[in-house]
């Protein structure tokens, strides 16, 4: 299995631009979540959907942010318009059922976004 | 928002050496896990405890769980260079795969 897919693996765009991150999870997985890490704030959880429906989207900041998640095998993150405060490094993870607790995430590599 | 604080944020030790790595947690819990992150990776998942366990082994790993304390902790046994890595602690507290991740602790293992 080739675990979970990010794309881009780095962004570097200029303030107010469009950017979207992409996500692939592990297919059979049914939970899908988007983490921001940054030095200042740690690693925060996003917004986090299962059987592709948004089951909390407390996390995410405001809204310029948003997620969807069209099909089981794919999840996009978007940021419009974005500003340098964004600038961080967004995990996608994937769990396998979901809604129940205690079970393990399994983590992309993470797409670095600088914006500029 | 953060439900685990690690501690300490930094720890350096000599190969060889244990490497003890606490966890605090506010609110009630029903699971704890403990993750890996090497830097620029993401993170990966080393061990579970369930609020009704107080110990877990796995290898060279033993976490522990005081849910009276509302902490936990992660040794590593005779550390190797290669285990350097921040290490997490994640809470879950509902019948959700919410989890709330701490800051973590910055582990070196000098060679």
């Known amino acids: 299995d080739a675990g979970v897919i990010q794309s881009p693996r780095h962004e570097v765009t200029e303030m107010g631009q469009e950017v979207t991150l992409r996500c692939k999870p592990i297919?059979?997985?049914?939970?899908l979540f988007w983490y921001r890490q940054t030095m200042m704030r740690g690693l925060e959880l996003l917004i986090y959907?299962?059987?592709?429906?948004?089951?909390?989207d407390s996390g995410m900041p405001e809204d310029r942010f948003s997620a969807k998640m069209p099909n089981a095998s794919f999840s996009t993150l978007k940021i419009q318009p974005s500003e340098p405060r964004d600038s961080a490094v967004y995990f996608c993870a994937s769990s396998p059922s979901g809604l129940a607790g205690g079970e393990t995430q399994y983590f992309g590599p993470g797409t670095r976004l600088l914006v500029l | 928002s953060q439900q685990g604080e690690e501690d300490p944020q930094a720890l350096s030790i000599q190969e060889g050496e244990n490497a003890t790595m606490n966890c605090s947690y506010k609110t009630s819990i029903n699971n704890l896990q403990w993750y890996r992150q090497n830097s620029g990776r993401g993170l990966v998942h080393l061990i579970l405890i369930r609020s009704n366990e107080r110990e877990k082994h796995s290898g060279r790993l033993r976490v522990t769980l005081d849910t009276s304390k509302k902490s936990s902790s992660l040794l590593i046994t005779a550390s190797r260079a290669a285990d350097t890595a921040s290490y997490f602690c994640?809470?879950?507290?509902?019948?959700?795969?919410?989890?709330?991740f701490g800051a973590g602790t910055r582990l070196t293992v000098k060679p």
């Open positions: 994640a809470t879950d507290a509902g019948n959700n795969n919410d989890m709330r």
């Open positions: 297919s059979g997985h049914n939970s």
């Open positions: 959907f299962n059987n592709n429906v948004p089951i909390d």
